[in-house]
């Protein structure tokens, strides 16, 4: 559904040209393109995400691995994440609605972390 809705799919593309930015200023270059991984997710026909899985199960969203963790990075890296910021809210908002606090309780990112993990990478 994503893929085949041309306002989903402009979010996820949004969405996945910030991460790409981040991760384009830590040294990683994508083989694929955005679009090429757009096309190949709505390829694989009708899923679900794994986060849909989690709410629909009743089990905590990985919200903070998976979106959280990517505009820490852009704070630290100073790359806007504008479309990021707008899902994490309506995503932290959903889990709420659905019992779990909103998101996760992880360690924010710092930039002596981030440096190290580069450094291994």
Do not use: C, W, Y
Not at 63 to 83: H, K, N, S, Y
Request: proline share 6%.
């Amino acid at each position: 559904m994503i893929a085949s809705d041309p306002d989903t799919r402009a979010v996820a593309r949004a969405m996945m040209g910030e991460a790409e930015t981040i991760a384009r200023r830590l040294g990683v270059n994508f083989r694929v393109d955005v679009e090429r991984r757009i096309n190949g997710a709505g390829a694989v026909g009708a899923h679900k995400t794994s986060m849909l899985q989690d709410l629909e199960r009743d089990r905590p969203m990985e919200i903070d691995p998976l979106v959280t963790a990517v505009q820490e990075m852009g704070r630290l890296l100073d790359v806007p994440t504008p479309t990021l910021d707008t899902v994490l809210a309506l995503v932290r908002q959903r889990a709420a609605m659905a019992g779990q606090g909103g998101h996760l309780a992880t360690p924010p990112l710092t930039a002596a972390g981030l440096a190290g993990s580069h450094a291994r990478h």
